[in-house]
């Protein structure tokens, strides 16, 4: 990593202001390269922006994320098809049921979030809210498999989303959400959000016991932090203003009243690939990038395959850079399942 000065900042975290160390981060995604500075709490390990940028409408140009309405699945018919996609689906956020094992091993669903859902003791009677879910895709999902109380916010969509299924995304921060939820959910959102501790205690407030707060980031307790320093992908300023390492989370939760239940390593190759692009001075979303098809990519398809082999090696070791941390209310939300990735 490169070399690093001491700075006086003091920790959003946990208030230190001593040896803290300094960071200059670029904007890469978008090759930008405008510069930012971080620094990295000497005591809780927290990487966080030192200023947050008054303007971030640069770097969410259009296209960041589709935020345009989702096609909805199919209103459930009685078909025998509908039937045995169903079966997938509950064994994917269960692991319940043979048959729907099964069709889980040969049908599988890619960039699917319902795995995640597992340690989350969940009927379809559950209150579920996801923070920053862009068009409310896993909403969906859930809406089909039977979960009537579903809502998503995101405060960056055009305007309220209304299907024919009955889900709704607002466009609306947490902080306008009322009412109790059984769980909370932020799929890589949370590092976006700038008053975490603020956060996290009005998740406390809207948790109904047990109460399951499911929060999905990248973290800094990682070997790509350490190995690639200002160049891992992850890290991705100016988007992500707070880079978690596990004692951080661990204060956070304590002031909100929550407790880590359990941790999910869930990194892949993309913690090497894209940060090994950094280094070269490749920006994610260009042509040389591995995102724009392999053909210009210095990555071959097996070269991809070798990375994702070694984050399966780090989930384990549980020194991946990203994981779920589920943070509950009371010992009972969560359920410890087997290490080791979801999927
Ligand atoms: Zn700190």
New binding site residues.
Partial sequence: MEASTVVNAE??????RDN?RGYIAREMMFGLRHTFSYFE??????LQIATIPRDMGPYYPSGYYSFEPASPPPEPRPSFRNYLMTLRDRFAMSRRGVLGSLLFKMYPRRDNLLPFLVPVRLRTSSRILDVGCGNGQLLLQLRALGFKHVLGVDPFIDRDIHYDSGVTVRKATLFDISGKWDLIMFHHSFEHISEPRETLQHCARLLAPPGCCLLRIPTVSSYAWEHYGTNWVQLDAPRHFFLYSIR?LE?LSAQAGLKIAEVVYDSSGFQFWASEQYVRDIPLRSEQSFCSGSSTSMFSESDILKFDEQAKALNAMRRGDQAAFYLAKTPAAVQCVERGNPE
């Fill in positions: 920790c959003r975290i946990c208030s230190n803290n709490c000497s005591q809780c390990g927290c951080a204060l």
